[in-house]
């Protein structure tokens, strides 16, 4: 799990990096910065219980720090979206960031074709608006992450050993 807090941590700085709106940038290094510290928290914890052995206030400050871990990722995903939705730049030749961006504009691009889509929907209420009963939700970088099967989030894509996985490799 710290693990893979670690790899949200690196695609939010590299998408922070490539974001063109400064603000949607800041709060995705501050998301990012706090995510890196509840991760690495919990690392040093599970390393101590590892050490010290079982006790029921250890085990609950564990699987606090996780859920923390949990909602910290969230957050990043969330400014990530922002950032995706307000623009990335190019990135540089470096393939990994360039995969991060190419990631985050197909998930742009779906969200776009799912608002035209809603858009062209005529069902509309007494005052106007589009009803929402029935309507399909609008993608997210969580959903995608979710519809990843288990068995593939840690089958890396491009397994290089000289050079390590690289962030998308994990599928977050």
Request: include cysteine; charged fraction near 25%.
């Amino acid at each position: 799990m710290v693990s893979d807090g670690q790899v949200v941590v690196k695609f939010g700085n590299i998408l922070a990096k490539h974001c063109l709106d400064q603000r949607c940038s800041m709060e995705l290094l501050r998301t990012t910065e706090h995510t890196q510290s509840i991760s690495s928290q919990l690392g040093i914890m599970a390393r101590v219980k590892a050490v010290t052995g079982e006790s029921k206030a250890s085990s609950e400050l564990l699987l606090s720090n996780m859920q923390n871990l949990v909602q910290a990722v969230q957050h990043v995903l969330r400014a990530a979206e922002a950032a995706c939705v307000k623009g990335l730049g190019q990135p540089p030749a470096d393939p990994e960031e360039e995969e991060v961006v190419a990631f985050c504009q197909q998930w742009r691009k779906n969200l776009t074709q799912h608002r035209a889509k809603e858009a062209l929907n005529s069902d509309r209420d007494e005052l106007g608006l589009r009803k929402t009963r029935g309507a399909k939700a609008e993608p997210t970088l969580m959903s995608l992450v979710q519809e990843q099967p288990p068995w593939s989030r840690n089958i890396p894509k491009h397994p290089n050993p000289s050079k390590g996985h690289t962030v998308m490799d994990r599928h977050l």
